[in-house]
């Protein structure tokens, strides 16, 4: 059930809707399977509403973000397919940041929003 209430929230994609993913993501830090529940959902964002809140866990995270939480924003913007801002916060994060894991998300989100990848999401 989790799953399911986890996995709407993500594909509708509201600004309540990714806040409430990120403040249960930061309440599951530490429990690898919340976590994956979460990032499944989350990286499946896709809405104009959403985007501003995934570009600032991006571009300028707070102090208590996690590695995991700014890994699955970096892979939702993936899904904003020719969106300037999308493309340039994953550029700067293949320049600036190091953890590996996020570094292959971004690369891959990169490829996805400048057409080169597919989506699972059309229309943007």
């Not at 209430?5 to 990120?22: E, I």
């Amino acid at each position: 059930a989790a799953q399911a209430v986890a996995d709407a929230l993500g594909l509708l994609g509201t600004s309540q809707a990714v806040q409430t993913l990120f403040d249960h993501f930061q309440a599951a830090a530490g429990q690898p399977e919340a976590e994956a529940v979460l990032t499944e959902a989350l990286s499946r964002v896709c809405s104009l509403e959403g985007l501003p809140l995934l570009l600032a866990v991006v571009r300028s995270p707070a102090p208590d973000t996690t590695p995991a939480l700014q890994d699955a924003a970096v892979r939702a913007l993936g899904n904003y397919a020719r969106n300037s801002e999308a493309e340039s916060a994953l550029a700067t994060v293949l320049v600036t940041l190091s953890d590996p894991t996020i570094h292959a998300s971004a690369e891959t989100a990169l490829k996805r929003a400048r057409g080169e990848y597919g989506t699972d999401f059309t229309g943007f």
